[in-house]
C-alpha cells in the first residue's frame, strides 16, 4: 500500500532527517503528487521500528514493491522531498563545528547523507575487505560489490531524458537537487557544503558508494580540467585548516596514473588513515635552504616523499621546487622520460594531513609513459597481474587500500572450489568456467604452493594472501626509483638535483 508507505517516509524523515511537523502536509502532498496516490492511509504505523532504522532501505524496497515501475531515478526524487534544504545543512554544520568541532559537524552530515539514501550503506556493507601484510608495510583490499548495476527500468528512464550537457559531469556544483539524467546518474538527494580556498569557491560532498569511512570530495565549483601546482598543495592546506580531522588528496593530472575522472578539478579525502600513513622513514633527508622542514622518502611500494613541517610558507617552498623539478626531469637509465613526441608523462600524486599544527604533505611521483613492452604503462600495472588489476592506479590505492572489480567475488569463488576439490581436473574446470582463463598462471602457481586439499577457510587464507601479493607488485610497478642498485642510484642522483641531502 504506497499511502501507508507515505506515511512510514514521513514519520522517518521526522525521525532521521529533520523534518519539521509543520512542513508534513506540505511534504506529503508532495509524495502524494510524486507517486500518484489521492487517498492518505489513516491506520496505524510501527513508530518504534521506524525510530530503529539506520537506512530508508526496508521503506524504499516496501515502495519499490508496491510500484514495480518506479525508477531509481525517482527513488532519489522522493528521499530529495523528505530531506532538508541546503541551507539548513549547511546552517547546522556550521553550528556544530562553530560550538563542538569539526569532527562532529562531519559526522553530523555523513550521517545525514546515510539516512536520506545518498551514501548507500547498505550496499557498501557487500563489500569484502580483508588487510595483506608485506613484509615492511600493510595493504588495505577491498571487492567492490557496492555499485549496483542498472537495470532496464533505469535504463528507459534515462533513455527518456533530453541530454543537454548540464551538469557537465558527475561532479558539478549543479548536480545538486537536479532532477534530470541522461548519462548524470540519479543524485538529486545529494547535499554539498561550500569551501573558500582563497578568491575561489570549492565544496564538498560525500561519495555515495564509499571506498573508506567518510569518504569526502572536494570539488572545484568551476568545471575546470585536473592540474598538479604547488596551488593543489595549497589548497589541500587550507582545506585541513578548515576540517583537521580529514586528509585529503588529489589523483594526478594524466591519465593511467591519474584516476577515472580528469575533466574536473577534484580532491578526495576523509576520517580513514591510509596504509602508506604509517609507513616508516627509509631515509631521512635534509634542505640547507629549509630548516624548518623535516623531509623523509618512505619505506613504501612506490616512491613517495613526506614533507613535515608547522612552517607553511617553507613547506610550499620546498613542494614547489620538487613539482617544478619534477615536471621536467628525465633519467633514461630507469626508463624515467618528462616529455616526448606524445606530450608529457612526469606529474605527481599529491596528499595532505594536518596533525596538531604540523602539515604532513606526501608526494608520490608518477609518470604515464608507454612503450612496445608495456604498452599499458611502464609504470603501470604489468600485463601478468591483470587478472586481478588492470585499472588505473589512482589516488586512493597509490596509498594502499585496493579497490578490486566486482567480478572477482566469482572468479574467485570458483578458484577456491579448485583447491579444495581435486576431484575435477583445472584443465576441465576451465572449460566450464571461460572466465578462469586469465587466471590459470595465477590458479597454477597456487596450486603448486599450497596443493589442492584445502579446507574452505585455509583456501580462502590463501588466495586473499595471494591477491595481496599481487596488490603488492601493482604497486611496485607503479613506483619510479626502484628497490635495485639502479633505482637507487637514480633515486641519490635525483635528491641531488633537489638538494636534498641524505642524513
Known amino acids: 500500500m504506497t499511502n501507508k508507505t507515505i506515511e512510514e517516509l514521513l514519520y522517518y524523515a521526522e525521525c532521521h532527517l529533520e523534518l519539521d511537523k509543520n512542513d508534513e502536509m506540505f511534504t506529503r502532498n508532495a509524495l502524494f503528487h510524486e507517486l500518484n496516490v489521492g487517498v492518505p492511509y489513516e491506520g ?66 555523513f550521517n545525514l547523507m546515510i539516512y536520506n539514501n545518498y551514501i548507500k550503506a547498505d550496499y557498501i556493507k557487500k563489500n569484502l575487505k580483508w588487510e595483506y601484510q608485506g613484509e615492511n608495510n600493510t595493504l588495505e583490499i577491498t571487492i567492490n560489490l557496492s555499485k549496483p ?62 571506498y573508506y569511512n567518510e569518504h569526502a570530495i572536494i570539488i572545484n565549483k568551476v568545471h575546470t580540467p585536473m592540474l598538479i601546482t604547488n596551488r ?3 589548497n589541500e592546506m587550507m582545506f585541513v585548516d578548515q576540517i583537521p580531522n580529514y586528509f585529503i588528496g588529489s589523483n594526478s593530472d594524466l591519465p593511467i596514473v591519474g584516476g577515472s575522472l580528469l575533466s574536473h578539478m577534484h580532491f578526495q579525502g576523509g576520517e580513514h588513515l591510509m596504509p602508506m600513513m604509517f609507513a616508516k622513514d627509509r631515509y631521512h633527508l635534509f634542505k640547507k635552504t629549509e630548516p624548518e622542514c623535516e623531509i623523509s622518502y ?47 608523462h612526469n606529474t605527481i600524486t599529491t596528499i595532505t594531513r594536518k596533525v596538531d599544527n604540523t602539515y604532513y604533505v606526501f608526494l608520490i611521483f608518477r609518470n604515464n609513459r608507454c612503450n612496445d613492452e608495456y604498452p599499458d604503462g611502464i609504470f603501470h600495472a604489468h600485463k601478468e597481474y591483470h587478472n586481478i588489476k588492470s585499472e588505473g592506479i589512482g589516488l586512493i590505492e597509490a596509498m594502499g587500500l585496493f579497490i578490486l572489480p566486482g567480478r572477482l567475488q566469482k572468479e574467485l569463488g570458483y578458484i577456491k572450489e579448485i583447491l579444495t576439490n581435486n576431484e575435477v581436473s583445472i584443465s576441465d574446470y576451465l572449460l566450464e568456467h571461460k572466465e578462469l582463463e586469465k587466471h590459470i598462471n595465477f590458479i597454477n602457481q597456487l ?5 589442492r586439499n584445502n579446507s574452505p577457510e585455509n583456501a580462502d587464507k590463501y588466495i586473499k ?25 637514480a633515486l641519490m642522483k635525483f635528491f641531488k638535483e633537489l638538494g636534498l641531502e641524505v642524513k
Open 149 to 210: 548495476e542498472k537495470n532496464n527500468k533505469d535504463i528507459a528512464a534515462a533513455k527518456n531524458i533530453v541530454e543537454t550537457g548540464y551538469p557537465k559531469c558527475v561532479l558539478c556544483y549543479e548536480n545538486e537537487g537536479y532532477y534530470g539524467g541522461g548519462k548524470i546518474q540519479p543524485r538529486s538527494n545529494i547535499r554539498v557544503l561550500p569551501l573558500k580556498f582563497k578568491d575561489e569557491d570549492w565544496f564538498f560532498q560525500y561519495s555515495p558508494y564509499a
Open 465 to 489: 594472501h595471494e591477491v595481496g601479493k599481487v596488490c603488492e607488485n601493482v604497486l611496485i610497478n607503479t613506483g619510479i626509483f626502484k628497490d635495485t642498485i639502479d633505482g637507487q642510484l
Open 44 to 109: 496505524m504505523i510501527d513508530k518504534k521500528m521506524i525510530e530503529s532504522l539506520k537506512t530508508p532501505t526496508l521503506l524504499l524496497d516496501e515502495l519499490r514493491s508496491d510500484n514495480p515501475d518506479l525508477s531509481e531515478y525517482q527513488i532519489e526524487k522522493i528521499m530529495s522531498i523528505l530531506s532538508p534544504r541546503p541551507s539548513d545543512i549547511i546552517k547546522k554544520f556550521n553550528d556544530i563545528k562553530n560550538n563542538e568541532g569539526s569532527e562532529k559537524a562531519c559526522k553530523y552530515f
Open 232 to 234: 593543489t598543495i595549497e
Open 298 to 344: 618512505l619505506e613504501w611500494y612506490n616512491s613517495a616523499l613526506l614533507i613535515k613541517s608547522s612552517n607553511k610558507e617553507s613547506l610550499l617552498r620546498v613542494t614547489d621546487e620538487i613539482i617544478k623539478k619534477y615536471s621536467t626531469y628525465s633519467d633514461e637509465s630507469i626508463d624515467l622520460i618528462a616529455n616526448d613526441e606524445n606530450g608529457r
Open 447 to 451: 596450486v603448486i604452493k599450497y596443493s
